[in-house]
């Protein structure tokens, strides 16, 4: 059941980078197409909020796989007293979910993942957009 999880999130995380970067490349192709600076901002827009949410698919994946090791050493007897505290505060349940913002706080960990390359690419592709002013008519 962990490892369905896992995949889904990773696939999600897959289908979010496909998605992000076509809305993104088809906002910036328009802004050129219309010589218009605003969709250039739009497409950054679209760029940052496609990003949070395949960090969100990154953070949730790096947890779904935390609980699966913490069950393989818990099964084969293996646990370790940080296991134990937190089979305590969880009850014994794995898939137990918040819905806070705390996984903002690992964006450094997660963008040092070769999984965000894409972003990381049109990111410094958008400064250089940003950057570079547009032809004249």
Not at 85 to 105: H, P, R, V, Y
């Amino acid at each position: 059941m962990l490892q369905n999880a896992i995949v889904r999130m990773a696939n999600n995380s897959l289908e979010v980078k496909k998605v992000g970067l076509t809305v993104w490349a088809a906002i910036v192709g328009f802004g050129f197409t219309n010589q218009n600076a605003n969709l250039f901002v739009l497409a950054f827009v679209a760029f940052v909020l496609f990003g949070i949410l395949d960090v969100y698919y990154l953070y949730l994946e790096r947890r779904f796989r935390d609980n699966f090791n913490r069950l393989s050493r818990i099964i084969n007897g293996y646990e370790t007293s940080k296991d134990n505290e937190w089979i305590e505060k969880s009850q014994g349940n794995f898939l137990k979910m918040d819905a806070s913002t705390i996984f903002l706080a690992e964006l450094p960990h997660i963008l040092q993942s070769w999984a965000n390359l894409p972003y990381l690419i049109v990111f410094v592709m958008k400064i250089a957009l940003v950057i570079a002013p547009l032809p004249l008519k």
